[in-house]
């Protein structure tokens, strides 16, 4: 663009253009011909520039101070030309736009068009340190109404702000997200520098990670693409960018894992297992999703089933679901450094068994959660063996205060491998405690085809040991509550009716326990008379107690024992 301008209201202002004109050397000196092909912002800039040199007013604005100020800095527009030249006026602007957060957002989108200046004059870092100040202070300090499309509006109703004041209703002070949606309009770069700068503030882990969350949605579309994610935790933001290439969304993703805070329990889990899910579809760097493979295993407790089913996206597609990332992931659970786990705290009385109450330990959530998963692969038939029991073994026995949860599993799985041999059914049993199934488990797993008939037995055995320890307590209770009753049957006082009351219901739930006894006495007879007869087409009781015989650890039971404990309640008064 050409601009013909008198020489002399350019050159009073501008010391290059007077060194220019200086060494222009024509025939006709009247015609004076500059070029400026690298000057920051071009022509649109130098125009406003000229307009400045002529004295005509000039308008600054958060969209062209940036151009200008790396204008006056080409130009040299110093003091030494004249008092109040474009560089003060400039930079006297900047000082006072800085304490606006708005504005200065735009200011730092306008600086990529004129790198490498922007950056040489530090506006760029100033920009960035003066919104990290802002996003890291107090929100109580903050009460009043930010504008919203140019309109400042009340925090409570729709009345238009008059000449900027509400009367109507006292401001509220600013949520600590005030800043996630402006932040997330930044380009990558600024974005990352921006983060920086709050983390070295002092900013708490979760609110950055709350910004990275929101940064996340609005510019990676295929991590929005899954329904579960979308609307939990965080509001979607109210529009997308357009679609990238999955390589600008891989190096995206890889910037954004670098950004996620460390710390445990800061970036929700459900996020970490979207950008995981995400990271393999676009087919990340290993050391990308190792990075969140050992953050989600830090903070497994917190996850949800739904999340932890990872579709199998892999070469060999063998299972549905990635069962060897879960497995790592566990791996990781099972090795961070935490706490020495006390094995007592685990240790759950009757009580705790049959009402199903124990504590909520990371170690007992994570048992519920793994139970859980293997409950949903279990259906595949591709899912081998030893990946069922390489996961069922990452949690310890006392982790689980109910093994109901993987006992169903375990069915699930049997009736999905019909095919599996009498020693694999047994070893996929062998992952449970028969002795910590709950009743209706423990009535569900005696009528199970599908398990062993030794298992069978171990379970009637056990269910029938707590039936008895149960009603011999009591049993006791209300024997100790007759010796303290007067000879006309009256209590001593008042307070004994309500343990009068609470032990009659106790022997209302006796008797119905006494008519379950019976009808196990009944299944163990048939299961006595059904054992008899395999025993006698086998080679007596040494090769019976070889295929079929309990185990307690190294010790076996002996026959004996065992058919008096079938027969316990028989032997026994009531």
């Avoid at 004109?21 to 025939?27: A, K, L, W």
């Avoid at 659970?333 to 990371?362: K, R, V």
């Amino acid at each position: 663009m050409a601009f013909h301008l008198h020489k002399f209201p350019l050159l009073s202002r501008s010391q290059v253009i007077e060194n220019r004109i200086n060494d222009y050397s024509s025939e006709d000196d009247e015609k004076c011909v500059l070029q400026f092909h690298d000057l920051p912002g071009g022509a649109k800039t130098f125009l406003l520039v000229a307009k400045f040199c002529y004295g005509i007013r000039l308008e600054l604005t958060a969209l062209n101070i940036v151009g200008i100020r790396c204008a006056a800095e080409y130009l040299q527009m110093t003091e030494d030309r004249g008092d109040g030249n474009l560089i003060m006026l400039s930079e006297s602007f900047l000082n006072e736009m800085f304490g606006h957060w708005t504005d200065t957002i735009k200011a730092l989108e306008t600086c990529k068009e004129f790198l490498p200046y922007s950056e040489e004059l530090h506006i760029v870092s100033r920009c960035i340190d003066s919104l990290a100040m802002k996003a890291c202070a107090d929100t109580n300090l903050f009460s009043w109404p930010l504008p919203e499309n140019g309109i400042a509006q009340c925090p409570e109703g729709n009345h238009v702000l008059w000449n900027g004041i509400c009367s109507t209703a006292k401001p509220q002070p600013l949520s600590e997200d005030w800043w996630y949606e402006d932040a997330s309009l930044l380009r990558l770069s600024s974005y990352k520098r921006l983060i920086l700068a709050v983390e070295s503030r002092g900013m708490k882990p979760e609110r950055i990670a709350g910004s990275v969350v929101h940064y996340a949605k609005r510019h990676l579309p295929l991590l929005c693409r899954q329904p579960s994610f979308r609307g939990r935790n965080h509001a979607a933001p109210r529009s997308l960018v357009s679609h990238p290439s999955d390589a600008d969304q891989r190096n995206l993703l890889e910037e954004i894992v670098a950004l996620v805070p460390t710390q445990k329990g800061a970036t929700p889990t459900n996020f970490l297992l979207r950008l995981l899910r995400t990271s393999m579809v676009l087919q990340a760097r290993p050391s990308c999703q190792d990075k969140l493979e050992k953050q989600i295993g830090a903070q497994l407790d917190q996850a949800a089933l739904e999340d932890l089913l990872i579709p199998n996206i892999g070469y060999s597609m063998e299972t549905l679901y990635d069962i060897d990332c879960v497995q790592r992931i566990l791996d990781h659970f099972a090795h961070i450094d935490n706490e020495p786990l006390d094995p007592s705290n685990y240790i759950i009385d009757e009580g705790q068994l049959m009402g199903g109450s124990h504590p909520l330990t990371p170690m007992t959530m994570v048992a519920t959660l793994v139970d859980g998963y293997l409950a949903e692969v279990a259906p595949d038939v591709n899912l081998k063996l030893p990946k069922f029991q390489s996961l069922a073994a990452v949690i310890p026995d006392y982790a689980r205060p109910l093994d109901d949860g993987i006992y169903c599993a375990i069915d699930i799985y049997l009736k999905a491998h019909p095919w599996l041999t009498d020693s694999e059914r047994e070893q996929i049993c062998s992952l449970m405690n028969c002795q910590k199934l709950s009743l209706e488990a423990s009535t569900h797993a005696t009528q199970n085809e599908r398990l062993p008939l030794r298992v069978i037995v171990q379970v009637l055995f056990f269910e029938q040991l707590r039936l008895r320890t149960s009603i011999s307590g009591w049993l006791f209770v209300s024997d100790n509550l007759k010796n303290s009753q007067n000879p006309n049957g009256n209590l001593a006082n008042a307070g004994n009716n309500t343990r009068v009351g609470a032990v009659r219901d106790h022997l209302v739930e006796a008797d119905d326990i006494m008519e379950r006894v019976s009808e196990l006495e009944k299944e163990c007879l048939g299961m006595k008379e059904e054992l008899e007869k395999l025993v006698k087409a086998k080679r007596g009781w040494n090769l019976f107690l070889r295929k079929f015989g309990f185990r307690s650890k190294s010790k076996s039971i002996d026959p004996k024992t065992v058919k008096s404990c079938l027969l316990i309640q028989k032997n026994q008064s009531p």
